[in-house]
């Protein structure tokens, strides 16, 4: 099977863009998470699909959000961007929602200027 | 907030020999797992340990868990330099109805095999 792809890899965009990244997790995972990797954080949930439903949402202001499609690939979108949202955000699929072993895609590197 | 809390930051030993990283972590769990990252890349799963298990090997890969002290290791054995790099223990918090909520990260132990 293919492994988790996430879209683009690297992106570079100012402060108060925003920006939508994509993640196409590994045929038949119906659950996607989101992490954002930051030097000072460290990985840190953002939220998690599953079936088209944000079930769970971690501690990040209402800029941060996402959706599900029906074919489960997911895509997160930040509004007003601000240099801090620079991180490595990585996408994460698995079977079901008990959150097992999770399969990491190699994640988006955003650069906020 | 850190669920799991790896020991050392960071770890650089040579080639052939032996590192062991730690984890502790604060609340029940169902089970832990390791995670390695390559630098700057996504993390790949690398072993799940259930809160009823005390040992789990992998190839060279043995880990430890002691629910009694909320701590875990992770002992990589006859090391290479293609083992370099950061390795993060993770934790899934747990509902009130007893499922996996969302995984919680430590922020990792960098590990440097010199050749």
């Known amino acids: 099977k293919a492994g988790v792809t996430q879209t683009p890899r690297y992106l570079i965009k100012t402060r108060g863009q925003q920006v939508t990244l994509s993640c196409s997790p590994i045929?038949?995972?119906?659950?996607v998470s989101w992490y954002q990797q930051t030097p000072g954080q460290g990985l840190q949930f953002l939220f998690e699909?599953?079936?088209?439903?944000?079930?769970n949402k971690g501690n990040f202001p209402g800029r941060f959000s996402g959706r599900q499609f029906s074919n489960s690939r997911s895509e997160m979108n930040v509004s007003t961007l601000e240099l801090g949202d620079s991180a490595l955000y990585l996408c994460?699929?698995?079977?079901?929602?008990?959150?097992?072993?999770?399969?990491f895609g190699p994640g988006t590197r955003l650069l906020v200027l | 907030s850190q669920q799991g809390e790896e020991d050392p930051q960071a770890l650089s030993i040579q080639e052939g020999e032996n590192a062991t990283m730690n984890c502790s972590y604060k609340?029940?769990?169902?089970?832990l797992q390791w995670y390695r990252q390559n630098s700057g890349r996504g993390l790949v799963h690398l072993i799940l340990?259930?809160?009823?298990?005390r040992e789990k090997h992998s190839g060279r890969l043995r880990v430890t868990l002691d629910t009694s002290k909320k701590s875990s290791s992770l002992l990589i054995t006859a090391s290479r330099a293609a083992d370099t790099a950061s390795y993060f223990c993770?934790?899934?918090?747990?509902?009130?109805?007893?499922?996996?909520?969302?995984?919680?990260f430590g922020k990792g132990t960098l590990l440097t095999v010199n050749p």
């Open positions: 609340t029940s769990i169902n089970n």
């Open positions: 993770a934790t899934p918090q747990l509902r009130s109805g007893g499922s996996n909520y969302k995984l919680t």
């Open positions: 340990i259930r809160s009823n298990e």
């Open positions: 045929s038949g995972h119906r659950s």
């Open positions: 699909y599953f079936s088209e439903t944000q079930r």
């Open positions: 994460a699929s698995s079977l079901d929602t008990d959150q097992e072993t999770q399969y």
